[in-house]
């Protein structure tokens, strides 16, 4: 009987044992197979990696509109938050893969407890991504640096298991960022720069947004894989706002920025009756059409139309007040490497300035006027609040100037910033090596910049012939004084808008443009710049 009992035990142990030996063979076989390195992708698919918001990061958006539109199938990972370009979800090569949020119970806790956590979970996510839930193994890996960790690290090992050629899209340095709040000496800065120089170092190619920052990670970090300089470029439907569309976004009720105009503005801009008129804009009858344009001479504006069918086939286009404020814009992502106190500081000295020579101005002095200044800071992020908050305490004692946040869906972006008369940009570079891609946006509508001076400015912004550069409050407050004097005839931000223009205008080759006398500053949409610099690249993976 015990026999038989010490039989039956064994065999047991017998059959857990197979099954456990049968399942760490498998498990190796499914390691191996996992990590040997691999050249069995699809061809015609990429991934595109941005660890953020999606929404917000335009760049990898109109990587993943380039690699759609050149027939790959495009999986773009990252996170939600804000609503994408329209193209990402009409495209049909396009498949938006949105990683999972950590856990909410997470966000009670202190950021020390949380932090391994949060990266272990946001590992796990990307690899289940990459490796699982993308079903064929992409030709391309496509990540945006920064942040570096962990990605940096994981598309590495994801291009290894799955034999995708890895693409780094350097937009700055993660290190670089980070020493702006611990400083250059601080052993998780040290640690961070050996983590991105270590495994950003090889890739099958790099792309950077200057040439700058190519010349510098070659020399510094020794790169290895082929390197290419992708300046941010505009998309081709950026472009400066007619009357009409400037009337049409502002007379929409049900956009945020007439949400934010009608309520806190009442008293400083002029009296508005949608869908007649805006604060900007005004339809008059055609026989009032000569004295509409926007002139300093314009008479006070034409009493609203009677809304009847006839009156519809009388009345003319939109045209601009000539009592309008000048609508300037900044657009941010209000982190560390941007000092908004800088603009604050202008507004103040240009409030002061507006009294001064608009007291004086009805002396009969003849002394040209300053307008109201609407400045109109675009985007969202962590200081919006600090500095909005600091706003809304000074402005309660201006007269001339106010300044509004707004977030505006991908959409209307162009439109808003395409409204506007000139741009502001406070970017000033953790590493000293990118260009503001905000920039690049207001030159694709049409506007001219007021830019913070830093190291490579000069590769996108020329004093005087796109803009103007500026080192401190004193000096942007000149700026602002400068375009804006006797606005709207305003003829110093005429000549430089006008100088824009030109320089954006004229194709040499075919395919870029260049600032007259300057060959550097070449110019182009960023589906141009894109086929230009990327093709060469991806066309070598087509096996046919
Ligand atoms: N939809 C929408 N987008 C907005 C809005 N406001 C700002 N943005 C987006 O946010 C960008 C500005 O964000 P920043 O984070 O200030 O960008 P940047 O300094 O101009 O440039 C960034 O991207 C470059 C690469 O493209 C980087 O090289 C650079 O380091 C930086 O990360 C704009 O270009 C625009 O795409 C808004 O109201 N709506």
């Given at each position: 009987m015990s026999t038989t009992t010490t039989n039956s035990e064994w065999n047991v142990v017998y059959l857990f044992?197979?099954?456990?030996?049968?399942?760490?063979?498998?498990?190796?076989?499914?390691?191996?197979?996992?990590?040997?390195?691999?050249?069995?992708?699809?061809?015609?698919?990429?991934?595109?990696?941005v660890l953020g918001d999606i929404g917000r990061s335009p760049r990898m958006m109109y990587h993943a509109e380039?690699?759609?539109?050149?027939?790959?199938?495009?999986?773009?990972?990252?996170?939600?938050?804000?609503?994408?370009?329209?193209?990402?979800?009409?495209?049909?090569?396009?498949?938006?893969?949105?990683?999972?949020?950590?856990?909410?119970?997470?966000?009670?806790?202190?950021?020390?407890?949380?932090?391994?956590?949060?990266?272990?979970?946001?590992?796990?996510?990307?690899?289940?991504?990459?490796?699982?839930?993308?079903?064929?193994?992409?030709?391309?890996?496509?990540?945006?640096?920064?942040p570096s960790i962990p990605t940096l690290a994981l598309v590495a090992l994801v291009g290894r298991i799955r034999g995708c050629k890895v693409i780094i899209d350097w937009h700055n340095l993660g290190y670089s960022i980070l020493a702006l709040r611990l400083g250059n000496e601080h052993l998780f800065v040290k640690i961070a720069k050996w983590f991105e120089a270590t495994f950003g170092q090889s890739a099958y190619a790099?792309?950077?947004?200057?040439?700058?920052?190519?010349?510098?990670?070659?020399?510094?970090?020794?790169?290895?894989?082929?390197?290419?300089?992708?300046?941010?470029?505009?998309?081709?439907?950026?472009?400066?706002?007619?009357?009409?569309?400037?009337?049409?976004?502002?007379?929409?009720?049900?956009?945020?920025?007439?949400?934010?105009?009608?309520?806190?503005?009442?008293?400083?801009l002029p009296e508005a009756k949608p869908p007649y008129s805006t604060p900007f804009t005004d339809i008059s009858k055609p026989t009032d059409s000569e004295s509409s344009h926007p002139t300093s001479a314009n008479p006070p504006l034409a009493p609203p139309l009677p809304l009847t069918s006839q009156t519809y086939t009388e009345v003319n286009p939109p045209t601009l007040r000539a009592d309008r404020p000048a609508l300037v814009v900044s657009s941010t992502s209000w982190t560390p490497d941007e000092d908004f106190g800088i603009l604050l500081d202008a507004l103040k000295i240009y409030e002061e300035r507006a009294n001064a020579?608009?007291?004086?101005a009805g002396d009969g002095t003849g002394k040209a006027k300053l307008p109201k200044l609407l400045m109109a800071v675009t985007g969202k992020g962590p200081q919006r609040d600090m500095y909005m908050t600091q706003v809304s305490k000074l402005q309660k004692k201006w007269k001339w100037v106010r300044c509004i946040s707004v977030w505006l869906e991908a959409e209307k972006y162009p439109l808003f910033l395409g409204s506007a008369e000139f741009g502001v940009c406070l970017h000033s570079s953790s590493s000293a090596l990118d260009l503001p891609m905000k920039v690049?946006?207001?030159?694709?509508?049409?506007?001219?910049?007021?830019?913070?001076?830093?190291?490579?400015?000069?590769?996108?912004?020329?004093?005087?012939?796109?803009?103007?550069?500026?080192?401190?409050?004193?000096?942007?407050?000149?700026?602002?004084?400068?375009?804006?004097?006797?606005?709207?005839?305003?003829?110093?931000?005429?000549?430089?808008?006008?100088?824009?223009?030109?320089?954006?205008?004229?194709?040499?080759?075919?395919?870029?443009?260049?600032?007259?006398?300057?060959?550097?500053?070449?110019?182009?949409?960023?589906?141009e710049n894109w086929n230009l610099k990327m093709k060469p690249l991806i066309a070598g993976g087509v096996r046919t």
């Open positions: 044992s197979g099954l456990a030996l049968l399942f760490l063979t498998w498990k190796a076989i499914v390691f191996f197979r996992l990590f040997r390195p691999r050249n069995e992708h699809a061809l015609r698919t990429v991934a595109v990696l380039s690699f759609a539109e050149n027939g790959f199938m495009t999986y773009l990972v990252g996170y939600g938050g804000s609503k994408p370009i329209p193209s990402l979800e009409t495209l049909p090569k396009i498949q938006l893969c949105y990683l999972p949020e950590p856990p909410i119970f997470l966000k009670s806790l202190p950021f020390i407890v949380t932090a391994p956590f949060k990266i272990a979970h946001q590992i796990v996510s990307i690899l289940n991504e990459l490796l699982i839930r993308i079903p064929e193994p992409p030709e391309y890996l496509v990540v945006q640096n920064p790099h792309l950077f947004v200057t040439e700058a920052m190519k010349d510098y990670l070659v020399k510094e970090w020794n790169l290895q894989g082929q390197k290419i300089v992708l300046h941010d470029r505009p998309p081709k439907h950026f472009h400066h706002s007619s009357p009409q569309e400037i009337h049409d976004l502002f007379s929409n009720t049900k956009t945020p920025i007439s949400a934010i105009l009608q309520p806190s503005l009442a008293d400083f020579v608009n007291s004086s690049v946006d207001m030159f694709g509508c049409g506007l001219p910049v007021c830019a913070l001076n830093f190291k490579c400015l000069p590769e996108l912004v020329v004093h005087g012939k796109n803009g103007l550069v500026f080192n401190d409050s004193a000096e942007l407050a000149k700026q602002l004084e400068f375009l804006l004097v006797s606005f709207p005839d305003a003829p110093l931000l005429a000549s430089l808008r006008a100088s824009l223009e030109q320089a954006t205008r004229h194709p040499i080759d075919g395919q870029a443009t260049a600032l007259p006398d300057t060959e550097e500053w070449k110019w182009s949409s960023w589906g």
